[in-house]
């Protein structure tokens, strides 16, 4: 009757939608964050002036918009890519960083029988 779930796997992490959804709210945020920043929602000036300053705040946002989706979506689709293909459909359930054999244990006790110096006999 226990529902046991089984860990996520890595492939479930990072879906192709999920990664254009993610590229597109980072562009979306530079865009808005740069128009904004260029003074889209300021009204100085006469309308002529301020016009031009609207679109030119748009463009500039529009072209770091569309800089920042190609980034991130090539960016994650490299680190991506770093995964072995293999270990895409196996569960991960211990440290990434650790060694699977644990080898650092077992130099470790021969330190320290030893003396812990470190360095190894001939």
Same mark, same amino acid.
């Given at each position: 009757?226990?529902?046991?779930?089984?860990?996520?796997?890595?492939?479930?992490?990072?879906?192709?939608? +999920?990664? %254009?959804?993610?590229?597109?709210?980072?562009?979306?945020?530079?865009?808005?964050?740069?128009?904004? @920043? %260029?003074?889209?929602? +300021?009204?100085?000036?006469?309308? @002529? +002036?301020?016009?031009?300053?609207?679109?030119?705040?748009? *463009?500039?946002? #529009?072209?770091?918009?569309?800089?920042?989706?190609?980034?991130?979506?090539?960016?994650? &689709?490299?680190?991506? %890519?770093? *995964?072995?293909?293999?270990?895409?459909?196996?569960?991960?359930?211990?440290?990434? %960083?650790?060694? @699977? $054999?644990? =080898?650092? $244990?077992?130099? $470790? =006790?021969? $330190?320290? +029988?030893? #003396?812990? @110096? #470190?360095? &190894?006999?001939?």
């Amino acid at each position: 009757m226990t529902d046991e779930k089984k860990p996520t796997t890595r492939r479930e992490l990072m879906r192709p939608a +999920q990664l %254009l959804g993610l590229a597109f709210i980072a562009a979306v945020f530079a865009g808005v964050v740069t128009a904004v @920043s %260029l003074g889209l929602f +300021q009204g100085r000036g006469n309308a @002529s +002036q301020n016009a031009q300053t609207v679109a030119h705040a748009l *463009i500039v946002g #529009g072209i770091m918009a569309g800089i920042v989706f190609i980034v991130v979506l090539l960016g994650i &689709s490299m680190l991506l %890519l770093a *995964i072995k293909p293999a270990d895409v459909t196996k569960t991960v359930d211990h440290p990434v %960083l650790y060694d @699977s $054999d644990h =080898k650092h $244990d077992k130099h $470790d =006790k021969h $330190d320290k +029988q030893n #003396g812990g @110096s #470190g360095a &190894s006999a001939p």
